[in-house]
């Protein structure tokens, strides 16, 4: 009973082990992904605006497009957040006693993962193209670009981090519920009140008249004497 699980999670109530819970791979990738957008959102943001040495005010490091620098700072924050809800909602996945709720956890970590690697192809693609297309003379000094090829890197790799939560997550899907003590419609007979108890049958002697009285078919048991009539016309 002890191996038994649903989506990749035993039974409801146990202890949280947290030597177990960070040594699984899903956890591993959610934290990965976390650091990533720390590192995306965190270049861009400190040293991704840059001016030229005749100006005061500071433009995006890729191609002057605000745009892209919004991008990579709105969706690196968005994904740190993302990953942190995801990493709460692993921690306490283990305490959902229903299916359904588990099955609707799982696919929303298969679907937001899938999303966000989706997001971060177009995020590296996006950066890249800026990056190559930037002009020599807005950038004499080759300011942050260290820190732009940085968020174009860990953009890549975001990629595919993301992609593996969403294959792990549609692995723990398809394990779904291995046992009848995690069947939706599953309910122990020892605590079903309207359950009544089945008694075998064993014989013609067992069966009594609703009084208590006897056989049902009469005083005495039948001994098959009482045979068909013939009728005389």
Same mark, same amino acid.
């Given at each position: ?11 409801? *109530? ?17 934290? /990965?992904?976390?650091?990533? +957008? ?9 040293? @991704? ?9 500071? %433009? ?10 919004? %991008? ?11 990953? /942190? ?24 970590? /298969?679907? /937001? +993962? ?11 693609? &996006? ?38 939560? +969403? ?11 291995? +046992? ?20 075998? &049958? ?8 609703? @009084?208590?009285? *006897?056989?049902?078919? *009469? ?13 005389? %016309?």
């Amino acid at each position: 009973m002890e191996g038994m699980q649903a989506y990749g999670a035993g039974k409801a *109530g146990g202890a949280f082990d947290p030597v177990t819970f960070f040594q699984q791979p899903h956890t591993v990738l959610r934290i /990965v992904s976390w650091l990533f +957008s720390i590192v995306i959102f965190g270049c861009i943001a400190n040293e @991704g605006y840059i001016n030229r040495p005749n100006e005061v005010e500071e %433009y995006c490091i890729f191609n002057r497009n605000q745009s892209a620098c919004n %991008y990579g700072v709105f969706m690196g924050s968005l994904a740190f957040l993302c990953c /942190v809800a995801f990493l709460a909602l692993d921690v306490y996945f283990p305490q959902i006693s229903s299916v359904k709720d588990r099955k609707k956890a799982v696919l929303a970590d /298969v679907g /937001v +993962s899938a999303f966000w690697s989706f997001m971060w192809f177009v995020g590296f693609c &996006f950066l890249t193209n800026q990056w190559q297309v930037a002009k020599q003379e807005d950038n004499p000094l080759r300011e942050g670009a260290d820190a732009a090829r940085a968020a174009i890197t860990f953009a890549f790799f975001s990629i595919f981090t993301w992609a593996g939560q +969403s294959f792990l997550g549609f692995q723990r899907y398809k394990l779904g519920a291995d +046992s009848a003590l995690f069947s939706q419609d599953y309910t122990d007979p020892s605590q079903d009140a309207g359950g009544a108890p089945y008694t075998s &049958f064993s014989g013609g002697d067992d069966l009594e008249s609703p @009084g208590g009285e *006897g056989p049902a078919n *009469g005083d005495g048991a039948f001994d098959g004497t009482g045979g068909y009539q013939r009728q005389d %016309y």
